[in-house]
Nanobody, 122 residues
Framework: QVQLVESGGGLVQAGGSLRLSCAASGRTASTFYMGWFRRTPGKEREFVAAVNWSGGSTWYADSVKGRFTISRDNAKRTVYLQMNSLKPEDTAVYYC???????????????WGRGSQVTVSS
């Protein structure tokens, strides 16, 4: 089992920055692929970004490419999502997720956090 706890959400003005953190616990947490998703009311859950176990490979949705950066610190068992140049349309609940492969992370991860609200005001 892997437990995931997000933190770092909040309210920010358009153009500002926030950094989300996801603390992972569990025996295999440091070897899993990790990802971030977001959901807004009335919309489907959207893949945002993912990173492999070493941090050497990353994947991003086109909507956040160039603005968001995913990274991980395995010593701290923490994954980060640095969000810059935020837009009102980035407003959502952001969820951390984990699984054994990038395919599983992108299409239906097994392990989820409870989410952290990010609100971007115009």
């Amino acid at each position: 089992q892997v437990q995931l706890v997000e933190s770092g959400g909040g309210l920010v003005q358009a153009g500002g920055s926030l950094r989300l953190s996801c603390a992972a616990s569990g025996r295999t947490a440091s070897t899993f692929y990790m990802g971030w998703f977001r959901r807004t009311p009335g919309k489907e859950r959207e893949f945002v970004a993912a990173v492999n176990w070493s941090g050497g490979s990353t994947w991003y949705a086109d909507s956040v490419k160039g603005r968001f950066t995913i990274s991980r610190d395995n010593a701290k068992r923490t994954v980060y999502l640095q969000m810059n140049s935020l837009k009102p349309e980035d407003t959502a609940v952001y969820y951390c997720a984990a699984d054994e492969s990038i395919t599983r992370v992108r299409n239906g991860p097994t392990f989820w956090g409870r989410g952290s609200q990010v609100t971007v005001s115009s």
